[in-house]
Structure formats: structure tokens, C-alpha cells
């Protein structure tokens, strides 16, 4: 199974478009997918309890609040690659995914006699892959923003692996937000890539 996770919440927007071609690149490759908006989720945000930390092992800590954010893990954790489609805004990538991180302590264990938590190790690695749009040019995006720096630290617990990043630039005009045949041969060699990787069904 490929995860393709959408953070951007403007509906029917370039995010939504670049999602929607990967999704119909997997199908006609037979490759199965979960696309999820992670404006449709409710998340909420961590307390600080630490809690979730208590427990040892390599087995997820429980966290006390009742939303989505326990299933959404499971369902990353269950994929054998993660796509994530985001707009940069400010310079990084959107509020949510540092809510998201927040939430991630669920990874640690911190014994009450250490001055810091150790990573939860899971029990395999999954493909990462990062496709940023913004306004700027996208060459510049590792250079004058924090996205990859945010989106290590989103992969590290994951074991997200051999990361491949995409930066889609000379998005932030209307009359720019669409989906151009370089955007496309971008989804394309993106499908192909993952498809060649888990060729067939994956499970």
C-alpha cells in the first residue's frame, strides 16, 4: 500500500490536483493507494501529559485524546512508501504537520531517570517522499525555508528512508496554481519510480 497524505486545506486546489494525478497514475499501474486529506481529520492538540512515554518498548505509546491521530499512524505504518503533498507557508510547511510532531511522542520512551526520550524503533522502513508548491522558485526552497529541516523530524520516527524531495515553485498566483506538463512528467516519474520499487499490488 502507497499513503498519499495531503495537507494543504484549500479544497480543489493544486495540492488536490497533484494528489488526484497520483492516484490515477497508481491505478492504471495497478498499484493500490489511501489518499488521505488531512483536513478531513480531526487532530488535536498535545498536552504535555507525556503520558504516551511511559511505556517501554518498541510498541507505540497510548495517547489519551480520542481522535485521528492513533489511526493515521497505523495507517502510515502499514504503508510501504508515504507521499506527502503540502503548501509552504511562512517559510515551512503548514501548522499541522507541527501539531503532528507534537502528537509523534507517542515514538518515545522517557524513563523518569533520563534527561531525555529514546526513539521507539519500528519494525520497518518506509519510502519518503516530499512535494512542496509555493509562490518561490523551487530551486530556492532548501535554501531559504525549514521544509526539509520540519519534515526530517516528521520522518525520523516514521523511518521514512531515501527521501525524495519535489519543490513545485511559481504557485502563489491564481492565474499559476495549475498543474502543469512539467508538474505532470513530475507525478509521472514520481508513480513510476514507486510502482517499480513494489511493483504490482501492494500490500
Not at 111 to 129: F, N, T, W
Not at 141 to 167: C, D, G, Q, S
Amino acid at each position: 500500500m502507497i499513503t498519499i497524505l495531503n495537507f494543504s486545506r484549500r479544497p480543489q486546489g493544486i495540492n488536490d490536483t497533484i494528489c488526484n494525478e497520483l492516484q490515477e497514475g497508481f491505478a492504471s499501474k495497478e498499484v493500490d493507494t489511501r489518499y488521505i486529506k488531512a483536513r478531513e481529520l480531526t487532530i488535536g492538540f498535545c498536552n504535555n501529559c507525556r503520558s504516551c512515554m511511559g511505556s517501554s518498548g518498541d510498541e507505540l505509546g497510548e495517547c489519551h485524546l480520542n481522535d485521528d491521530m492513533k489511526e493515521l499512524l497505523e495507517a502510515i505504518l502499514k504503508s510501504r512508501a508515504l507521499i506527502v503533498s503540502a503548501p509552504i507557508n511562512c517559510y515551512d510547511l503548514p501548522s499541522l504537520v507541527r501539531v503532528m510532531l507534537e502528537r509523534m511522542s507517542v515514538f518515545c520512551h522517557w524513563p523518569a531517570d533520563k534527561y531525555s526520550p529514546a526513539v521507539r524503533k519500528m519494525p520497518r522502513e518506509i519510502k519518503g517522499v516530499l512535494i512542496t508548491t509555493s509562490a518561490l522558485p523551487g530551486i530556492v526552497v532548501p535554501y531559504v525555508t525549514r521544509v526539509r529541516k520540519t519534515f526530517r523530524l516528521f520522518a525520523r520516527p516514521l523511518r521514512l528512508t531515501k527521501i525524495e524531495y519535489h519543490h513545485l515553485g511559481f504557485k502563489g498566483r491564481t492565474v499559476d496554481s495549475i498543474f502543469t506538463d512539467k508538474d505532470r512528467r513530475t507525478v509521472r516519474k514520481i508513480v513510476d519510480t514507486l510502482a517499480e520499487l513494489n511493483p504490482g499490488t501492494i500490500e
